[in-house]
């Protein structure tokens, strides 16, 4: 028994082989009839822009596929590198220098930094994109069933009409004929119906995509970078001090550290009312004893457009591009802001009165925190 129904399998394996290979070979010759213009095809333009549609469509999303896998290489790629940066500084940094606990705890923020910007981006957009991708596979076999359905039922159509067209008419073979016709248009027009229903709607999705995608990255790195700006301020302000320790010690000077940019702003607030912050009216009243005292015959005549004169208290090393960069002693003259809103609280503009000496011109100015100098 067991060996009949080997036999069976054998003779049902054997016959779905022999099936496939005929609709193999009626589809071949369907081809080259159709290619020769002896057979006429069916055809469906906006069919052929769907298809043509989601192959580029697939072809871009595979790209962006493999450029946002690169780019998060290359995060995870700085991570690595701006940690052993960080910890080369903070294995370094001995212990009485100023901030060596700031720089610890800038070295452990930026590393979590780092790793939660890119745990976001392969949580959200990374997911989010094979996810997208993950469709097509099987869109893409259904293309491709579907040509063969269509050539099927082509073949067919065509095998039915010379039936039909014979001088010797066999109704039980156009009989045949017509049933395999009809069968071969069901099944293409089914999975055609449901494709050109799908086709579109995938299209029509990628803007959507795109949209969510690039905006979710672009958040990302905008909070990113805001908070490593941050840190890196921090950073800048402990390696500022460093060096104002570094040269006090050079001079053999005490020294104890001023306050940052961001303090000298907020204690400007707090201070006697004569180191609040100056408005336009104020800072016309300025001008205008400085004026005074000039032509009431004081021993010193400021030069045009400078307000007062302020000393250096402390060092002060320069951060940004536009800031004054002073030494203790030197000699500041004040000017006044050509647009007041521009003033920072607690920052005054100016040029060293050595360069003033020098080349009688004020082009070098820059600002400086108030509370690092004494009024003159």
Not at 199 to 211: I, T
Not at 248 to 259: S, V, Y
Not at 263 to 280: G, I, L
Request: net charge negative; hydrophobic share 35%.
């Amino acid at each position: 028994m067991a060996e009949e129904q080997g036999k069976t399998g054998k003779g049902i394996n054997t016959g779905k082989l022999a099936t496939s290979m005929q609709k193999r070979l009626s589809r071949a010759q369907e081809k080259v009839l159709q290619k020769l213009g002896k057979a006429d095809e069916t055809r469906d333009t906006a069919f052929e822009e769907g298809v043509a549609n989601f192959n580029k469509q697939m072809a871009e999303g595979t790209k962006l596929q493999k450029d946002l896998r690169a780019y998060l290489a290359a995060v995870k790629t700085m991570h690595d590198a701006s940690k052993r940066l960080q910890d080369c500084l903070a294995d370094m940094y001995e212990p009485e220098w100023f901030g060596k606990e700031e720089v610890d705890t800038i070295a452990e923020e930026t590393d979590i930094l780092w790793s939660d910007y890119h745990d976001k981006l392969v949580d959200n957009s990374m997911i989010a994109m094979d996810t997208y991708l993950a469709q097509f596979p099987d869109i893409k076999a259904r293309i491709a069933k579907r040509d063969r359905k269509m050539t099927d039922y082509d073949s067919a159509r065509h095998h039915f009409g010379s039936l039909q067209k014979g001088k010797k008419q066999d109704q039980a073979k156009i009989a045949k004929a017509e049933e395999e016709l009809g069968r071969a248009q069901k099944v293409f027009e089914e999975i055609n119906v449901d494709l050109q229903d799908e086709l579109p709607q995938l299209w029509n999705s990628r803007v959507g995509f795109y949209v969510n995608t690039f905006q979710s990255m672009a958040g990302y790195q905008q909070r990113f970078h805001k908070d490593m700006g941050k840190l890196n301020q921090d950073l800048n302000d402990v390696m500022t001090k460093l060096d104002e320790q570094r040269l006090a010690k050079k001079a053999g000077k005490d020294w104890k550290p001023g306050p940052k940019k961001s303090e000298a702003a907020a204690a400007n607030h707090s201070v006697t009312p004569d180191a609040a912050p100056k408005t336009d009216t104020a800072m016309a009243a300025a001008a205008g004893a400085a004026t005074t005292a000039v032509t009431n015959g004081s021993s010193e005549v400021l030069p045009a457009g400078v307000i007062y004169k302020v000393k250096a208290m402390h060092d002060y090393a320069a951060t940004d591009g536009d800031e004054l960069e002073m030494k203790a002693g030197d000699v500041v003259l004040v000017l006044a802001w050509e647009n007041p809103d521009e003033q920072d609280d607690g920052w005054l503009m100016g040029v060293k009165e050595s360069h003033w000496l020098e080349n009688k011109d004020l082009l070098a100015k820059g600002v400086f925190p108030e509370n690092f100098t004494q009024k003159l």
